[in-house]
C-alpha cells in the first residue's frame, strides 16, 4: 500500500510551508506529496495569504526534492487551456527528472471561478471540456517526434501541434481522475487514466465506485487490474487521544466525526482502517494534512503508520 501526503494549500498556507511538508515527506519515506488546485478557501474563514498556483508550486518542488512523486488532487480542466497545461506538466515533469502525475477533474466550485474570472459552464459540458481535454493532451504527448497532432472538437481544435514538449515519462506521465459520477466518471477513468481516485468515501462507497470502474474497464476490453484504485482521508493521528483531540480540534473538525468519516486515531486505529481499504482493493491512501505548519504530525505518521501499511 503506499502512502501519499495531500495538501489543501488554499487554506491559508504560502509556498514555504508547502516545500516544509514536501520535505518532511520526502524525509519521512512516503511515496508522494501532493497538493489540491483551487484557486479559494473552501468553507469561509480568513483568506490570507491567499492562494498559490499548483503547476508553478509543483514546479519549485521538482527542484527542491528528489525523490518523491509530485501531482494535483485535483487540477480543474476548466483553469487552462489543454494545450498550454500539457507544455506545463511536460516541463514540471522534466524540471523532476520524471517524477509528476496529473489529477484532472472537471471541476466543481463555483466561488473560485467567479471570484478569478474563470469561465463556469454547467456540468455537462464541464464533462465535455475534461473529456476533449484528456483526448488533447494524452495525444500531444503520444505523437511521434517528427509528426504532428491534430485534433476537431466541439470545444477545442489542434491543428499541425508538433506535440512538444515532450515528458520525461514515457509513454507519459501517470493521469489519475476521480468523482462519483454513475456513468461518465468511470468511462473516463477506464479510457484514459492510470488511476482511479475516490476522495473521503468510507469504505463501502469505495468499493461501489471501484466496481464501476472495474465493469468500465471490462466494456472497453481493458484488464481492470491496470488501474489503480485510491481514496483520500483527512487524517489526524496521535499518540494518544488527547493528541489525537488536540491535531483534530486544530483543522477544526470533531473527534468522532472524523474517526467515522476520516483517519482519525492512534497509528493502531490507522492501520486498521487502512487496511479495511486495502482488503476492497485500494492500492493508495492519500492523507489529506490540514495543518501544515505541524510536521510533528507527518513524522509520527511516517514512524508509526507507514512501515505497518
Known amino acids: 500500500m503506499d502512502l501519499r501526503i495531500f495538501v489543501e494549500p488554499q487554506q491559508g498556507n504560502t509556498y514555504a510551508q ?6 518532511a515527506t520526502e524525509e519521512g519515506g512516503f511515496d508522494a506529496f501532493f497538493r489540491s488546485d483551487h484557486f479559494l478557501r473552501i468553507g469561509g474563514g480568513d483568506p490570507g495569504p491567499g492562494p498559490t498556483d ?6 519549485g518542488l521538482a527542484v527542491q526534492t528528489s525523490r518523491i512523486r509530485l501531482g494535483t488532487m485535483l487540477t480543474s480542466a476548466t483553469f487552462r487551456y489543454p494545450g498550454p497545461l500539457a507544455i506545463s506538466v511536460a516541463q514540471v515533469d522534466e524540471m523532476s527528472g520524471g517524477r509528476v502525475e496529473l489529477g484532472l477533474g472537471a471541476g ?8 478569478y474570472a474563470i469561465p463556469f459552464p454547467p456540468l455537462g459540458e ?5 473529456g476533449e481535454q484528456l483526448e488533447i493532451i494524452t495525444g500531444l504527448w503520444a505523437a511521434p517526434a517528427g509528426e504532428t497532432f491534430g485534433y476537431e472538437g466541439r470545444y477545442y481544435s489542434v491543428t499541425d501541434s508538433p506535440g512538444l514538449p515532450k515528458p520525461a515519462q514515457r509513454p507519459r506521465p501517470p493521469i489519475i481522475i476521480g468523482g462519483f459520477g454513475p456513468v ?13 481516485n475516490a476522495a473521503f468515501q468510507p469504505v463501502a462507497e469505495a468499493a461501489r465506485l471501484f466496481d464501476q470502474t472495474r465493469k468500465a474497464c471490462e466494456e472497453i476490453g481493458r484488464d481492470p487490474g491496470s488501474l489503480k484504485r485510491s481514496v483520500a482521508l483527512t487524517t489526524c493521528c496521535g499518540r494518544d487521544e488527547a ?3 488536540r491535531r483534530v480540534e486544530a483543522v477544526g473538525r470533531q473527534v468522532p466525526e472524523l474517526r467515522e468519516g476520516g483517519l482519525a486515531g492512534t497509528p493502531a486505529e490507522l492501520i486498521e482502517k487502512i487496511d479495511a481499504y486495502a482488503r476492497i482493493g485500494a492500492d493508495r491512501v492519500y492523507l489529506q494534512i490540514l495543518d501544515m505548519d505541524d510536521l510533528d504530525h507527518i513524522a509520527l ?3 508509526e503508520v507507514l512501515p505497518h501499511v
Open 243 to 245: 493528541e489525537v483531540t
Open 126 to 130: 464541464r464533462f465535455d471540456r475534461l
Open 301 to 303: 505518521l511516517a514512524a
Open 54 to 59: 499548483s503547476w508553478v508550486t509543483l514546479a
Open 108 to 115: 466543481w466550485f463555483e466561488a473560485e471561478h467567479k471570484a
Open 18 to 23: 508547502q516545500l516544509g511538508v514536501a520535505r
Open 184 to 196: 461518465r466518471t468511470p468511462r473516463l477513468a477506464a479510457r484514459y487514466a492510470d488511476e482511479y
